[in-house]
T-cell receptor, first 114, second 112 residues
Framework: EDQVTQSPEALRLQEGESSSLNCSYT??????LFWYRQDPGKGPEFLFT???AGEEKEKERLKATLTKKESFLHITAPKPEDSATYLC???????????????FGQGTRLTINP | GAGVSQSPSNKVTEKGKDVELRCDPI?????LYWYRQSLGQGLEFLIY????????KSGLPSDRFSAERTGGSVSTLTIQRTQQEDSAVYLC??????????FGDGTRLSIL
């Protein structure tokens, strides 16, 4: 069964304190790993797609990396506006051709204190 | 440009009633998805549309749930004879073929 596990469940940091969020997965053939940000009362906002081990993507203070078993979302010198829940999802390959059904983790709730 | 639009944003109804949730995808997006997010749970896939066809309905939890899409655009998710366990946020997403999904802000459904 395809599974995504995120850790920690919640993380509190001081402004400027860098850290990493983890997403480990078991999937029958990976056709993409996705990171989303979700603010309270809003839908998930797309951040990154990673397709192969060793790939990295960056956007402002965020950098996502991928290995064969897990992905990390590194947050460098975060600001209070980076506070949100960060969701990881995988697209398995054993699915209908052309579909992008995503399997999500439970998310990491990140709080950045000023 | 306009994002994915869902209506209503909130819906409160009594157990046993039917409800309809609407999704207007981003113009030109051929793929449309419905997910459910329950309190303390991750997002759970319900159904996928490509155009007006639904090749993957594997996530629909029971035959009380159905969905349709017309004109390759608007989609409606219908829940018949609602139960308290149906209470959740229902999220719609759309994408061009083979591209990342973009989500609406969801409909928060509460069953009394």
């Amino acid at each position: 069964e395809d599974q995504v596990t995120q850790s920690p469940e919640a993380l509190r940091l001081q402004e400027g304190e860098s850290s990493s969020l983890n997403c480990s997965y078991t999937v029958s053939g990976l056709r993409g790993l996705f990171w989303y940000r979700q603010d309270p009362g809003k839908g998930p906002e797309f951040l990154f797609t990673l397709y192969s081990a060793g790939e990295e993507k960056e956007k402002e203070r965020l950098k996502a990396t991928l290995t064969k078993k897990e992905s990390f979302l590194h947050i460098t010198a975060p600001k209070p506006e980076d506070s949100a829940t960060y969701l990881c999802a995988v697209r398995p390959s054993n699915e209908i051709q052309g579909a992008q059904k995503l399997v999500f983790g439970q998310g990491t709730r990140l709080t950045i204190n000023p | 440009g306009a994002g994915v639009s869902q209506s209503p944003s909130n819906k409160v109804t009594e157990k046993g009633k039917d409800v309809e949730l609407r999704c207007d995808p981003i113009s030109g997006h051929t793929a449309l998805y419905w997910y459910r997010q329950s309190l303390g749970q991750g997002l759970e896939f319900l159904i996928y549309f490509q155009g007006n066809s639904a090749p993957d309905k594997s996530g629909l939890p029971s035959d009380r749930f159905s969905a349709e899409r017309t004109g390759g655009s608007v989609s409606t998710l219908t829940i018949q004879r609602t139960q308290q366990e149906d209470s959740a946020v229902y999220l719609c997403a759309s994408s061009p073929f083979g591209q990342p999904q973009h989500f609406g802000d969801g409909t928060r459904l509460s069953i009394l």
